[in-house]
């Protein structure tokens, strides 16, 4: 393949660009239940299916009153609770009504002091004196979240909790998705074995299929584990081809310039085009990112560097944007950024955009950031300790202790 290494942001851009192509493909829709829903992507607009809140809602334990009528003392003349509606009719001049939050603000009413701000006299109840009540406080109008028929989630929305919360208000009980992407996951490498065989010496266990396994899922995508390819031209060749079937294929290993990589030629064999070949980043600097022909369509592909956690951070940088676009996502949510401030320096690295592994602690007055030792991209201990890896771009020597730095979150 024709040598193509970019920067970080050229290597970014060139995949948002394939992002909006992935966006566009047909989509197979899935009917399932609301409690399985979570980081499903919607293939349908939510809307409300009556007005929100239904009724002008007090947002306070108080009593309902005409404003213009306080400080009283005005009359008690009933109580309302959550699920309840004052019905006898309108509130008159002089009167008040026990409300609870949540509940129907009478009719007449347009504000409701607060249980904490008002006295209480036998069956009379008086503004504190020093506190003021405006018409319309604590109180949320009829229809002033959302009218029947408002759109509520869009098509193409991740379901998160917030967007569980308004489907299940507004009564869906089930919900149109996105079929899951399927992600093929090809490791090679002679070396490799199962992880639950016991190694020989020189072995190394297949630790890239389960990570990638796991980012894949973390997604609400479908991993597709594929059996260990042996560093061979032929059968490098028909495991890329079959992997095809799926929505996209993403490999490890076998990218670097040693004898026996042989992933790129593979995919020159069965005329895949590179979009790069390469990215100025560390770790990962050997990623090859393209499409691949299969029948009648173009698939995409990504050939990961083996190294564990060159695998982790390419697929979180590159593969996790794509799979997200293929999953019918709209917008930029991937890879997941958090800034946050250095507890101790970050190094650079000559000419490349370098990813540290971290410790990332957030509270409400920020989030501390501590980059861990680690003796390079084989480091699979130090990322487990790890939460993400904060970013010294490409032409800083070093972050300082202090320094603002965006950090990269893995999952
Ligand atoms: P490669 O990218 O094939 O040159 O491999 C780089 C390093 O990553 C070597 O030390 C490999 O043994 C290791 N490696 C490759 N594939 C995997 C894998 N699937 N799981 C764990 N380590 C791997
Ligand atoms: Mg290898």
């Known amino acids: 393949m024709r040598e193509r290494v970019l920067g970080y942001r050229e290597a970014e851009a060139a995949i948002r660009k394939a992002t909006d192509a992935a966006r566009e493909l047909p989509k197979l829709v899935n009917r399932i239940s609301l409690t399985t829903a979570l980081g499903r992507v919607l293939a349908e607009p939510l809307r409300a299916d009556r007005d929100q809140p239904p009724f002008a809602r007090s947002t306070r334990d108080g009593f309902a009153v005409r404003a213009e009528d306080l400080p009283g003392p005005l009359k008690v003349v009933g109580q309302l609770r959550a699920g309840e509606m004052w019905r006898d ?51 949320v109008p009829r229809g002033a979240e959302a009218c029947a028929g408002d759109l509520l989630v869009d ?48 072995e190394i266990r297949n630790s890239n299929s389960y990570s990638l396994a796991a980012q894949v899922e973390a997604m609400g995508a479908e991993p597709v584990r594929l059996p260990i390819v042996a560093d061979e031209l032929e059968a490098t060749e028909q495991a890329i081809r079959a992997a095809l079937a799926c929505d996209v294929v993403v490999m490890t290993g076998g990218v670097s ?70 999953s019918g996502e709209t917008g930029w949510h991937w890879p997941r950024w958090t800034r946050g401030r250095l507890t101790a320096e970050a190094r650079g690295k000559a000419g490349l955009t370098r990813f540290v592994p971290a410790t990332v602690e957030g509270s409400i007055d920020g989030v501390k950031v501590t980059p861990r030792v680690w003796q390079g991209s084989g480091d699979v201990a130090s990322a487990a300790r790890a939460d993400g890896y904060v970013v010294v771009p490409e032409g800083a020597d070093r972050m300082p202790t202090g320094a603002e730095v965006s950090v990269l979150l893995i999952g």
């Open 89 to 139: 009719r309108v509130l008159g001049a002089g009167e008040a009504v026990e409300i609870m939050t949540g509940a129907a603000v009478p009719e007449g009413a347009n504000a409701v002091a607060m249980a904490e701000h008002v006295e209480l006299g036998g069956d009379t109840v008086r503004l504190m004196t020093g506190r003021r009540l405006a018409a319309g406080e604590n109180v």
């Open 155 to 202: 098509a193409g929305t991740r379901l998160e909790p917030a967007q569980i919360s308004a489907a299940a208000v507004a009564g869906y009980a089930e919900v149109e998705v996105y079929a899951r992407t399927r992600v093929a996951i090809l490791a090679t490498g002679d070396e490799l074995i199962e992880v639950a065989e016991k190694p020989k010496l020189a």
């Open 257 to 326: 310039m040693g004898k026996f990589d042989y992933v790129e030629h593979a995919l020159e064999r069965i005329g895949a085009e590179a979009v790069f070949t390469g990215a100025r980043i560390q770790p990962g600097k050997p990623v090859v990112f393209g499409r691949a022909p299969h029948g009648s369509e173009r698939k995409f592909f990504l050939g990961l560097p083996g190294n564990p956690i060159s695998t982790m951070v390419t697929f979180a940088l590159f593969g996790a944007p794509l799979v997200a676009a293929l």
